[in-house]
């Protein structure tokens, strides 16, 4: 069976835009140290001129910002102005627009005459004098000093004053100098790798003689470190970042706020970022969206001219073909050359190629994401043209680039104007080869070939492992529609295996992308019949069924016709087989599981090596939703397969049930940002189930309750209401969460579902007993008893177990529980079970310690604090007083985050409001957070981890 991946089906939310109004997302990460340090420097007015350098999209106008601000509250005179490019041909427009805003700053007497004015009669007069243009500098700066000093102390802020006019830039070294002392100081950024020429290099040697002379210094902006890149992430998401994000984002922008901030955008337009328990994944599939000239990661370059932009996106198809480039370029754009190569030297100079030397002449893109975003602006007809050249050029043994899939990418950009059967091939072979581990390339390969393929046998291939590229990287409507291709327009070309196999991602990607309508007329076996013959039919309408959630109805429909598909080809009699399985393992029959487990012959088509790897893959994940984690063990370790190899819903399963906690809830939520669906769709609820558990225990109650909400649909409903309960239990409510318990223990009923009911029983029963009602607690057990009788695992006999010990007073079957759980060595369960037997009078002084210990290395904070409580209660000493204390603020600063008011608080706490108010109080002013929202908000991103 294959896995598909389907994100509407799980329903995670998308990454959130930032709200307007909200400050950049470019904003101090990690570079508050020198914001404070540029301050300072113009606060002492020394050295007069400071100049921030950076390449375009560093954040330069975020950090002067933020000078700016800490200024103004530091209770200093600012002056802020940005330069525009246009503004270099307007003489002494920048020093008019500086002396216009320093007399707006108001303070001071106004003189009848301004001082812009002044000078900019000065400059008439000294325009037409003869004298040396020194003089006229000198005499220009010293009018300026003369007006701007009365205003001290005063920053003066020039955003991109690479932009500024000559004649300004001409007085900068006189007036640097002159301001030195005089309670003035500049702070300019300054943009580096823009080619300017001759003007250009003479500007920049200015400042760096103010520098050698101690009037200057120069302060270089840096790109985010990973860290900080990651806070960035954090900040923009409102959620905790993965580590493969981070990686993939930082490692694309190379630490540029610009580009990272374009790449979380791009992310979040595709989709494919996504947050589940305010934690932030990636899907790994990405197409850029088509980009225009204006965006941020493109205007920069678009503004250097016609000639130098055409080169760049040229240059995002040729780069890799190295020495060749320089042709091809020239040839596609009509272009010189030489002209080209004079392109290229200055999108070097401006930090936009990085070029090498050597063997061969090399150009790489400084930043990837720019590399991606010039390619997605390139027009349909520009893109095919540029790939068929460079594809003509690797193919003909001209050009040979490092990586191996540049041909087939130019290739399939190409179109019909390379070799349409040569590509076909090409693109077929490299598509299938990479079906199972690059989604992104196999899917766009596979596509192309569909568009021109024209032999029958080559497309039906093309069209059958389209769909199972799509099914496995989570294109779920393509998959679907490439599959009924298959089977209605290509069945005659396959065999009756492969078209069991296309039925399968058929009726899996109709359930992934929620097309009921198609479903049920499948299940009723309406027309047109599935190809194959009556077997495949027949299971096909059965899976149709089950993933419709009528799971009797699928199993009925098998064991009526067991004969048919059993005795069908290999690959129908093993699906007939696990849906038989899966179906009576949830309805409380798991015979045909354990026939399996007995007597492995019993599969058909163990000779096919995928088939067998699934069949183990089914087997262990029988086994989990179980809870017999010793047994699904055994059988990896029999069939020699890593834990890795396992389904993400099922590694999930496997940790939670370990005690590896938060290793199993990272899992869960990766596996529904990824939106793993597959042909066993039962995995994920109780992983979902195990997770909220996990939530739960430490605290955070709304968010287990969001987890649910994420995957509720048509399966196991009722295992969901049992996890919903207990958040309702802990925040005391207890009737809404009674009625939930009892109300999923009907409709499992209804449905004939058993699995999952074994622990629901044992609670319902814990809360009936306290109600005094002990003939609904004696139906409990009943009902508990004939769960553990049908299931018979461990898992459900505890729990039987339990009930005896609490409503009976059966010690004995406590006692018996206690043992059960120290063999199966699951430490969630083992805690649960110890904690239930001695609140039964079971060994009350040794197992309460034991429980509260287990919940310590669970991290299961809040139930740690009610285990405690019950301590007291039987004079059973609490350990570690520092720690206790430790833990209560942690667990307060988790229940906060969560929104809740003081007598919510005290609820959950058991404590009162009066006392949760001096707690609180005390936490703040331990943690210097100065509000509930403040540090929720430090929560969310992880800035504060208590």
Known sequence: M??????????????????????????????????????????????????????????????????????????????????????????????????????????????????????????????????????????????????????????????????????????????????????????????????????????????????????????????????????????SVRAVPDAELVDRLH????????????????????????????????????????????????????????????????MAVLAPLDENAVGLAAEALDLDPETVRAALDSLVTDRVLVGSRGARQRWRFRIPAVRDALESSLGPYERRRLCALAATAVRDGTAEPDDENYLPDRLADAGKL???????????????????????????????????????????????????????????????????????????????????????????????????????????????????GPANELVTRAFALIVQGRWAEGDRLLAENQRLWSAANPITADFGHMFRGGAGVLLGDPSTLRRSLADPGIWSASEYPQHRFEQARYEVDMLLQLGELDEAMRVLDDRELALEQLQTPDQSLVLLLRGEHSKGLDAARRSIADGVYSARPLAPVRMAHGAAGVLTGRGWLSRARQLIGMVRGRHLGHVLDHAESWALYALGEESEADELLRSGLRSADEQGFVLGTDWMWADLAVREHRRGDTGAAEECVCRGGSVAEALGTGRSEIAWLLSRALVHGDRDSGRAAVRLARERAMPDEMAWTFLRAARSGVDTARLLPEAYELFGELDALLWRARTRGIMREHDISVPGRGVVTTENERLLAVLVTEGLGNRQLATVLGTSEKSVEGRLTRMFARTGHRSRVELAAAMLTGEYTP
Do not use: K
């Open 418 to 532: 390379v070799d349409s059967r040569r590509s076909a091939e090409l693109l077929l072979t490299r598509g299938v080869e990479v079906m199972f581990t690059d989604g992104l390339h196999a899917v766009r390969w596979l596509r192309a070939v569909l568009d021109r393929a024209s032999d029958p046998e080559q497309r039906a291939v093309a069209v059958l492992t389209y769909s199972a590229a799509c099914a496995i990287h989570g294109r779920m409507t393509e998959a679907a529609d490439g599959a009924r291709a298959t089977l209605l327009e290509h069945a005659d070309r396959l065999p009756v295996e492969m078209l069991q196999e296309v039925a399968i991602v058929y009726v899996t990607g109709l359930a992934a992308c929620e097309r009921w309508s198609e479903l049920y007329r499948l299940g009723e076996g309406e027309p047109p019949p599935v190809p194959g």
């Open 2 to 235: 294959i896995d598909v991946v389907d994100s509407s089906r799980w329903e995670p939310r998308p990454a959130p835009a930032p709200e307007q109004g909200e400050r950049s997302v470019t904003s101090m990460f990690g570079r508050r140290a020198l914001v404070e340090r540029l301050c300072s420097g113009a606060l002492s007015g020394f050295p007069p001129l400071t100049l921030l350098t950076g390449e375009a999209g560093s954040g330069r106008s975020a950090v002067l910002d933020a000078v700016a601000g800490e200024l103004v509250a530091a209770g200093a005179r600012v002056v802020s102005i940005r330069v525009g490019e246009h503004e270099r041909s307007t003489p002494y427009g920048v020093l008019y627009r500086l002396l216009t805003a320093v007399e707006e700053l108001g303070g001071r007497e106004r003189e009848p005459t301004s001082t812009r004015d002044s000078v900019l009669g000065l400059v008439a007069r000294l325009s037409a004098d003869t004298g040396r243009a020194g003089d006229v500098s000198d005499r220009l700066a010293n009018t300026v000093l003369s007006s701007v000093r009365r205003y001290a102390p005063l920053t003066v802020l020039i955003d991109d004053a690479q932009w500024t006019d000559a004649a300004t830039a001409s007085l900068l070294d006189r007036l640097t100098r002159l301001f030195a002392g005089q309670g003035c100081s500049i702070v300019a950024t300054w943009r580096i790798g823009h080619s300017t020429g001759q003007d250009g290099q003479r500007r920049a040697a200015e400042p760096a003689r103010l520098e050698a002379d101690g009037f200057a210094r120069f302060v270089p902006l840096r790109p985010l470190t990973r860290a900080q890149s990651a806070a960035f992430l954090a900040d």
């Open 251 to 314: 490692t694309a922008s190379r630490g540029n706020p610009a580009a990272l901030r374009s790449m979380i955008e791009v992310h979040r337009q595709a989709g494919v970022l996504r947050v589940v328990d305010q934690h932030a994944y990636t899907r790994p599939a990405v197409e850029w969206p088509s980009l225009s000239e204006s965006h941020p990661l493109l205007a920069p370059i678009h503004e250097t001219g016609s000639v130098r932009w055409s080169v760049a996106r040229a």
